[in-house]
């Protein structure tokens, strides 16, 4: 057992000199406590929420390989006006990756019975050989199910069945979505198609368009047709929908979103009220897929709100019953609505490369790097 006790991690370091450095580094685990099990980690997935994490505010255009091919390290130059965002990880090596899988090869005295089990994890730190974790962040995968299959099998499913569950919780019916086609989007279709929901998917191409239109979504609109905005309206008008998710975050589509609901909202109005409509309009965003400003062109009366959407705070407020019922429904569903695609599968070493690293930057949809670390 002490053989298998120690292994390489990717660590991601911000210094106070304007530097990031990505690295693997040995770490040496002590034996799982009662509750507590050693998973070899076998698959674990590059998701725009680890980048934040990997890359930091480094400018990716500077990345460059250091190091030797036994201990390479990957480096890249970080503006000194973004240091004050991130004082509080300077000079701190910091292990990567939200979510994976792998095999469980030692266990503590009270789950012994995980001990060889193929488990999904949540916890951090996953760009790693070995992790060890408490047993209560590990969901034993069905019999039929591979590594792969349950790579992803937390972050965007919980994500997308958190979506549906804020909807129902503040008195929604109908949800408007942006980046509609990534897997996050299209996990969240097929939801709303099971459940009879209403879903407004905006896209950015006629790919993305058809992608949607072959798994049976309905409501599809793409934001560089010269007639967005209209039809942007035209299906919340039929779908009803006063909630929305943005992953984009920057620009001006959460206001847009607002605008569509509010003329919405307006035609039922049979009196003029300078303060808008009274139906109230909400548009989370969730993710930074643009990260400049957030443009809001006050549109849409004063009956609104724009705010932040994270699923670690969804979880840490969920009702126990919840978290059971949605974590129950990816394991019966992780093969259908829940399954995931993958561009390529990399060893650590290969997510040290500059060009591998700058690829996943750009967030392609339909383009996602799973990581191997046993390779």
Same mark, same amino acid.
């Given at each position: 057992? @002490?053989?298998?006790?120690?292994?390489?991690?990717?660590?991601?370091?911000?210094?106070?000199?304007?530097q990031?450095?990505?690295?693997?580094?040995? /770490?040496?685990?002590?034996?799982?406590?009662?509750?507590?099990?050693?998973?070899?980690?076998?698959?674990?997935?590059?998701?725009?929420?680890?980048?934040?994490l990997?890359?930091?505010?480094?400018? /990716?255009?500077?990345?460059?390989?250091?190091?030797?091919?036994?201990?390479? &390290?990957?480096?890249?130059d970080?503006?000194?006006?973004?240091?004050?965002?991130?004082?509080? *990880?300077l000079?701190?090596?910091?292990?990567?990756?939200?979510?994976?899988?792998?095999?469980?090869? +030692?266990?503590?005295? !009270?789950?012994?019975?995980?001990l060889?089990?193929?488990?999904g994890m949540?916890?951090?730190?996953?760009?790693?050989?070995l992790?060890?974790?408490?047993?209560q962040?590990?969901v034993v995968?069905?019999g039929?199910?591979s590594?792969?299959?349950?790579? +992803?099998?937390f972050i @965007?499913?919980?994500?997308?069945?958190? $979506?549906?569950?804020?909807?129902?919780a503040?008195?929604?019916? &109908?949800?408007?979505h942006?980046?509609?086609?990534?897997?996050?989007?299209?996990?969240l279709?097929?939801?709303?198609?099971k !459940?009879?929901?209403?879903?407004?998917?905006?896209?950015?191409?006629?790919?993305?368009?058809?992608?949607?239109r072959?798994?049976g979504?309905?409501?599809?609109?793409? +934001?560089?047709?010269?007639?967005?905005?209209?039809?942007?309206?035209?299906?919340?008008?039929e779908?009803?929908a006063?909630?929305?998710?943005d992953a984009?975050?920057?620009?001006k589509?959460?206001?847009q979103?607002?605008?569509a609901?509010?003329?919405?909202?307006?035609r039922?109005?049979?009196?003029?009220? *300078?303060?808008?409509?009274?139906?109230?309009?909400? /548009?989370?965003?969730?993710?930074?897929?643009?990260t400049?400003?957030?443009v809001? !062109?006050?549109? $849409?009366?004063?009956?609104?709100?724009?705010?932040?959407?994270?699923?670690?705070?969804f979880?840490?407020?969920? !009702?126990?019953?919840?978290?059971? *019922?949605?974590?129950? *429904?990816?394991?019966?569903?992780?093969?259908?609505?829940?399954?995931?695609?993958?561009?390529?599968?990399?060893?650590?070493?290969d997510?040290?490369?500059?060009?591998?690293?700058?690829?996943?930057?750009?967030?392609?949809?339909?383009?996602?790097?799973?990581?191997?670390?046993?390779?």
């Open positions: 057992m @002490n053989n298998t006790m120690n292994g390489l991690e990717l660590r991601s370091l911000t210094t106070s000199g304007g990031l450095r990505l690295s693997l580094e040995t /770490v040496n685990l002590d034996e799982p406590g009662p509750e507590e099990l050693v998973v070899r980690v076998e698959a674990t997935p590059i998701n725009p929420s680890d980048l934040g990997l890359l930091g505010p480094a400018d /990716v255009s500077t990345l460059r390989a250091e190091g030797t091919p036994e201990q390479p &390290a990957l480096v890249a970080i503006p000194q006006q973004r240091l004050a965002a991130i004082r509080a *990880r000079d701190l090596p910091l292990p990567v990756g939200n979510e994976g899988a792998g095999t469980v090869v +030692s266990a503590g005295s !009270d789950v012994q019975h995980f060889g089990k193929k488990v949540l916890g951090g730190g996953m760009y790693t050989q992790r060890k974790l408490r047993a962040d590990c995968l069905p039929e199910a590594v792969e299959d349950g790579a +992803s099998i @965007n499913p919980l994500t997308s069945l958190g $979506f549906v569950e804020t909807m129902k503040e008195g929604h019916k &109908a949800i408007v942006t980046a509609a086609a990534s897997n996050l989007g299209q996990m279709n097929k939801i709303c198609l !459940d009879g929901i209403p879903l407004v998917n905006i896209v950015r191409s006629e790919a993305q368009a058809a992608m949607l072959d798994i979504a309905r409501y599809i609109v793409n +934001s560089t047709s010269p007639e967005f905005q209209a039809e942007l309206t035209e299906a919340v008008a779908t009803g006063t909630i929305g998710f984009i975050g920057g620009g589509l959460a206001g979103i607002l605008q609901m509010e003329i919405v909202a307006s039922s109005m049979t009196t003029y009220n *300078r303060y808008g409509s009274d139906t109230f309009k909400q /548009v989370y965003i969730y993710g930074g897929l643009d400049g400003p957030t809001i !062109d006050r549109t $849409f009366g004063f009956t609104w709100s724009v705010s932040g959407w994270l699923l670690f705070l979880l840490q407020k969920a !009702d126990p019953e919840v978290m059971a *019922r949605m974590r129950q *429904r990816v394991i019966d569903e992780l093969k259908t609505t829940f399954v995931s695609h993958y561009t390529k599968t990399i060893s650590l070493n997510a040290l490369k500059p060009e591998i690293l700058a690829d996943c930057e750009r967030k392609a949809t339909g383009e996602k790097y799973l990581i191997n670390p046993s390779l």
